[in-house]
């Protein structure tokens, strides 16, 4: 019995040095990322005083600007493909109107 017992107690020392690791792994990712978040909230946050450039609300306002600008820029590209493709080929789309234009005036 001194062997099994031997053993069992070998296994839970092994078993506590693995937990032990874990803990120690968690405990160094946990430092890591809380140094991590002190890092983004520092630069997140405006300091009084010394601080330039532009406030991160600033930077955001600007950034949805450039999109609203971006987005309608885009919808009047689309609206002028849209009026060429129509005068291109007609109303309907099915039969081009330069072709039809041309029918028009061979049977005039």
Not at 17 to 26: A, D, G, P, R, Y
Not at 31 to 39: A, G, K
């Amino acid at each position: 019995m001194d062997r099994h017992d031997d053993a069992a107690v070998g296994a839970g020392t092994e078993a506590q040095e693995s937990v032990q690791e874990i803990l120690k792994s968690i405990q160094d990712q946990t430092r890591q990322t809380l140094e991590l978040v002190r890092s983004l909230v520092s630069l997140l946050l405006a300091k009084e005083g010394g601080r330039e450039g532009p406030t991160l609300e600033g930077l955001i306002a600007s950034l949805i600007a450039q999109q609203r600008d971006a987005l309608t820029g885009i919808r009047r590209i689309q609206e002028d493909v849209s009026a060429i493709a129509i005068h291109l080929l007609g109303p309907d789309g099915s039969q081009p109107a330069i072709q039809a234009n041309a029918t028009r005036r061979a049977r005039t």
